[in-house]
């Protein structure tokens, strides 16, 4: 089984999930304002997302499970903290966004320097 896929599937199916849910459930409910603090996670959400897959579809996975997992991780803690803000109005969850945040530029440095690694 290919973990990096099935990880990159389910980030790929909630991202679009909460994408929706944001247009459609949410317009109306919050200000225009947190619905664009939605929009931004959604889309970093997803665009990460198509980068954990692009990554699985490497080969040699193993070089690429690190940049995955902070991908996972990043998503984790960047998306999801401001969905939580968004819909709780609990503004203390917004301390987390920049850890995630950090742990997907750390992400996307690490492809850059596994990318030398890579056997051809």
């Known amino acids: 089984m290919n973990i990096g896929l099935l990880i990159a599937g389910v980030l790929g199916a909630s991202g679009v999930a909460a994408g929706a849910f944001g247009a459609h459930a949410l317009e109306g409910m919050v200000t225009a304002e947190r619905l664009a603090v939605w929009e931004t996670a959604a889309y970093y959400h997803l665009i990460h997302a198509v980068a954990v897959m ?6 040699h996975p193993a ?6 997992v902070g991908f996972a991780l990043g998503i984790g803690l960047f998306s999801f903290s401001l969905y939580a803000l ?20 750390i992400s996307w440095l690490s ?8 056997p051809d």
Request: charged share 10%; aromatic share 4%.
């Open 111 to 118: 492809v850059a320097l596994k990318a030398r690694q890579r």
């Open 86 to 105: 968004v819909l709780t109005g609990i503004t203390t969850f917004a301390a987390v966004t920049p850890v995630g945040g950090l742990l997907l530029i």
């Open 54 to 59: 692009v990554l699985a579809l490497q080969s």
């Open 63 to 68: 070089l690429w499970r690190l940049p995955i």
